[in-house]
């Protein structure tokens, strides 16, 4: 029998009162895979997690998850949106006992050391959580859902406030989740934390869907992109990027020696052959943004404007 995705929406609408948060979504998750959503602010990302968390109900559409329609508090989903519900008063190994007792199970078997080192939060197991730094408690509100043994778990934005170590601390636990077979559907203002955890992704701009797939595909999407030039001859770089084909001067970036283009791959290599037929030795030459980054933009940006 085939498994069903872990998600399936088709044409998803929420509205808040005049507000359009969702403009019907259609979505397809695998089981077992890490899915991003990425979008501006205010594009829906909160408000789609939320349904799927059994927080809110769609106004109309369809949504599945797990393979039976949502209907009230989804079974095997954990998770959190607008960061982790917490006891501030209670230390983090109480508040995951308050939570394993809300669940109907044994505090002292719920595997609550076990999370707690997951998370890589052992060393402050008895400390308040009113004295955690924002990173602390998003690890917090990971342990949590961990407790429940999702099959989905779904996170709003869980990189912010963790420093580098600590986000590579979650993504290394987010990539055995995953490995093991629980879908994970978090949500991101950044490319380049998607790119990092996920193979495919969800790009949502004003509460419609303006991709969704693998990454690949979007990276591979032909587009020209702006590149920084730094040569040895600023002023022949300039003379000769003007006469190449296909090369548009787009900025004069303040600094002598930079020059921005914006062209497609083959007339960049086109530009690069002639400069340096032309003695002129090329120091750098890297796009402004990464291709993915440029991707996200263009198309949240087209769907602004046509708004
Ligand atoms: N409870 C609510 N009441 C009224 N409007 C809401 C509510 N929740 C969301 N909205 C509106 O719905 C739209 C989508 O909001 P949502 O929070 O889902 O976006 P988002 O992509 O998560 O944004 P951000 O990245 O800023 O968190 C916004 O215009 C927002 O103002």
Do not use: W
């Amino acid at each position: 029998m085939e498994t069903p995705p872990a998600i399936r929406a088709r044409g998803v609408t929420k509205c808040f009162g005049e507000v359009i948060a969702l403009d019907g979504i259609d979505l397809d998750v695998a089981q077992g895979q890490i899915h991003g959503l990425v979008g501006p602010n205010g594009a829906g990302k909160t408000t789609l997690l939320g349904l799927l968390l059994g927080l809110a109900v769609a106004d109309e559409g369809r949504l599945e998850v797990l393979g039976a329609p949502l209907d009230g508090t989804p079974g095997g989903v954990a998770g959190f949106v607008d960061g982790p519900g917490l006891y501030p008063s209670l230390t983090a190994r109480k508040n995951l006992a308050a939570l394993a007792t809300l669940h109907g199970r044994d505090a002292r078997t719920a595997g609550i050391d076990e999370v707690l080192a997951e998370v890589g939060l052992t060393d402050v197991a008895d400390d308040r959580v009113r004295g955690f730094s924002l990173g602390m408690r998003q690890r917090l509100g990971l342990a949590a859902a961990l407790l429940t043994n999702p099959r989905l778990l779904v996170l709003d934005e869980p990189s912010n406030g963790l420093d580098p170590a600590g986000k590579k601390h979650v993504h290394g636990v987010l990539t055995k989740l995953a490995a093991d077979g629980t879908t994970v559907v978090l949500s991101s203002h950044r490319m380049d934390d998607i790119e990092a955890l996920c193979a495919e992704a969800t790009i949502l701009a004003t509460g419609r869907v303006v991709f969704s797939g693998p990454l690949s595909k979007l990276s591979a999407e032909n587009r020209e992109l702006d590149y920084r030039l730094r040569t040895s001859a600023p002023g022949e770089a300039r003379r000769l990027a003007l006469d190449a084909p296909g090369i548009h001067i787009v900025d004069d970036v303040g600094t002598q020696d930079v020059l921005v283009v914006r062209a497609h791959v083959p007339a960049l290599d086109e530009l690069v052959t002639r400069l340096v037929r032309a003695e002129v030795a090329v120091r750098e030459l890297a796009p402004t943004v990464s291709p993915l980054e440029a991707a996200f933009l263009a198309l949240t940006e087209q769907q602004e404007s046509t708004r």
